[in-house]
Every structure is written in C-alpha cells, then in structure tokens.
C-alpha cells in the first residue's frame, strides 16, 4: 500500500550550486507539501548509517565522502503515492538517462553528484524520515 510521505535531500552539489530554491520549486509545482525541512551536514558517522544498506557496494567510502563535502537540505514530502511520484519528478540517477524537465536532468552533474535523494520505498521513507526528523519537527 502506498503511502503520502516521502524523504528527499538536497545532496552538497546542488546546494553548492545555488539550486536550493529551483528543486524546492519544482517540488511545490508537482504537488507536493513540505511537512518538515531544515539544512543540515552530515557527520562521517550520520552518512554512514544513513547509508549503511551499501556498505558492501564499491562505491560506499565515495558516497560518505561526497555527502559529508557540504550542507545538505532534508525534507519530508507529502502528496499521495508520494514516493514513487517523486520518483518520477526526480528522474534516473544518471542524470544522462534522465526524462527531460525532472530534477536531475536539470540540475544533476554525474551519477555521483546527482542533486537529490528519493526514498526508494514506502517503508525506507519512513526510516529515512525519523532519521533527520523527530516526531515534532513533523507536521
């Protein structure tokens, strides 16, 4: 059963890149309601256990690098079938294949600097919610 809430970041190349308010735009635009959001940096240790489902892939140690290289901003989207609708407006994670008009496609580098992070799955939106947000930073 889907569900109405999804996580997002805004990873460090984009922030960088000055993309904060065109992604949040884009969000609202599709629908989207921010229910909880702030910027924050990911510690060493935080980015690891965000991330700790690829701690076997090759490209683990490069992932943590890059997500603790700067600010990110996290937010918890509602809308409903929310994760895999934001899925669609986010697009593939090489921004290469990704659809014309989504938000890597407009805004991503590579496939490791690809602007933003969607959950994958109901039950990881939920994980990845409680991990930035406690219950009353969420509305």
């Known amino acids: 059963m889907a569900t109405n809430r999804t996580l997002t970041m805004i990873k460090p190349d984009a922030v960088k890149a000055g993309h904060i308010g065109g ?13 909880a959001m702030k910027m924050t940096q990911l510690t060493q240790a935080g980015a ?14 490069e992932l943590v690098e890059f997500m603790t290289s700067g600010p990110i901003v996290a937010a918890i989207l ?3 079938n929310a994760v895999a609708d934001f899925r669609t407006l ?6 290469a294949e990704a659809a014309e008009g ?8 590579s496939i490791g600097e690809n602007a933003v992070h ?3 799955s109901d039950e990881n939106a939920e994980i990845e919610g409680n991990f930035h947000f406690g219950g009353v930073e969420q509305f």
Do not use: C, M
């Not at 489902?53 to 490209?59: D, G, L, Q, T």
């Open 23 to 35: 992604i949040l735009n884009q969000i609202n635009e599709a629908g989207f309601r921010i229910v």
């Open 48 to 61: 690891e256990a965000f991330y700790a489902v690829h701690k076997e892939r090759p490209f683990f140690g």
């Open 78 to 80: 509602e809308k409903d």
């Open 90 to 95: 986010i697009g593939a994670t090489n921004p």
């Open 102 to 109: 989504t938000i890597r496609a407009k805004y991503a580098k």
């Open 118 to 120: 969607g959950s994958d």
